[in-house]
């Protein structure tokens, strides 16, 4: 639980890098918490679902389209900074800039590349970023 939230304490830290586990974890996070989110938002009727056949083909989303409620949006707003911060320290773990997350303005390559990026092991030892987050450890978890 405490990978989760690491990102949450280091909020806006754009520097440094951040380890595969800090990543992955809050994405779990986030997907646990749209998931749980979208639940309650359903159970309460905060959620619409309108008809597809005006607006896609009939395969899509099953003839169904299902648009978020007030919550996943504020969670979303929220978890914006944090998830951007970490996946520039992500990036930056792989010795990239932040600015590759640029690349998912590229229709489905670019996000397979990013994908890809994150997931690729981070530099061993120190890079122009700062030292191995490994070797370091992470002061906030002791």
Not at 95 to 106: E, H, K, P, Y
């Amino acid at each position: 639980m405490e990978w989760m939230l690491l990102p949450l304490r280091r909020y806006a830290r754009f520097s440094g890098r951040a380890r595969p586990k800090e990543y992955w974890m809050f994405v779990l996070f986030l997907l646990l918490g749209f998931f749980i989110l979208s639940l309650a938002e359903t159970m309460l009727g905060l959620t619409t679902t309108d008809r597809w056949f005006q607006r896609g083909p009939w395969w899509a989303s099953a003839g169904y389209s299902t648009r978020g409620g007030p919550l996943t949006g504020l969670f979303a707003l929220a978890m914006l900074i944090p998830q951007l911060a970490v996946s520039v320290r992500r990036l930056h773990d792989t010795d990239r800039t932040g600015w590759w997350l640029l690349i998912v303005v590229f229709p489905f390559i670019g996000s397979i590349v990013l994908l890809i990026f994150l997931i690729m092991s981070g530099t061993r030892g120190a890079n122009r970023f700062g030292p191995d987050p490994v070797e370091v450890g992470e002061p906030e978890l002791r």
